[in-house]
């Protein structure tokens, strides 16, 4: 229960017992006074009556628990039950899922999974005026495709300073393309760029001493 209707000879006490039916302090309650009756017997003798509605204030959600209890409504239209814990690494929130019937939502390649993080960082943008950095990750997916990305770029890269030339991945989304840039930061064998238009494009794995490569 949320909010309820009482009714006290005085303001005050109304207020006492809508605070202890909702078990909230004054401050936390939205008050809206229903009834004022200062009419006594024949209109004469005075007596005082106060009705009121009393509502729990809607509390101002952080965040992250805004995109959790955003998750859970997304889980409750399509029919999925979500387990979401929220941890934060440097300025990125990271929202973790755990989902019997998550590679519906991981989808192709992560696909699925990508748009679900852009609705979710659309949404606590709008609620919050800001455009926080978000990562939502099902099932652990993101850390199994950070190991095979890993693999792929490094036989990549072998590949590329054994023909001396350069050599372009699949399309990728813009958290696979850092993963990749990340692993050769400071490889002084190898410089990588990104190339194309759009949300995913390719990244070019350059051997250094043919072609010089930008991130």
């Known amino acids: 229960m949320d909010f309820i209707e009482v009714e006290g000879k005085t303001y005050e006490e ?34 005082k009556k106060i009705r009121i509605t009393a509502r729990l204030r809607e509390k101002e959600l952080t965040p ?5 209890q955003f998750l859970l409504e997304m889980s409750n239209l399509v029919g999925l039950s979500f387990n979401t814990k929220v941890s934060q690494y440097e300025d990125r929130i990271i929202f973790l899922v755990q989902c019997d019937d998550g590679d519906i939502l991981i989808g192709k390649d992560g696909e699925t999974l990508e748009s679900v993080q852009h609705i979710l960082r659309l949404a606590i943008a709008k609620r919050y005026k800001q455009g926080l950095k978000v990562l939502v990750d099902i099932n652990g997916y993101r850390e199994k495709r950070k190991k095979a ?7 990549i890269a072998d590949k590329a300073k054994k023909s001396g030339k350069k050599i ?7 958290y696979e393309r850092r993963i990749v840039h990340t692993l050769f930061k400071h490889n002084k064998g190898i410089t990588t760029r990104s190339e194309g238009e759009g949300h995913t494009k390719k990244v070019v794995i350059t051997p250094v001493g043919n072609m010089n490569g930008k991130r």
């Open 64 to 68: 992250e628990e805004y995109g959790q």
């Open 168 to 174: 372009k991945t699949d399309p990728l989304n813009p």
């Open 14 to 47: 109304a207020i006492r017992k809508a605070s202890a039916a909702l078990n909230a302090e004054e401050k936390d309650l939205d008050i809206d006074v229903k009834e004022v009756d200062t009419k006594g017997i024949l209109g004469l003798l005075g007596s």
């Open 149 to 155: 990305l890993t693999i792929m770029a490094k036989r």
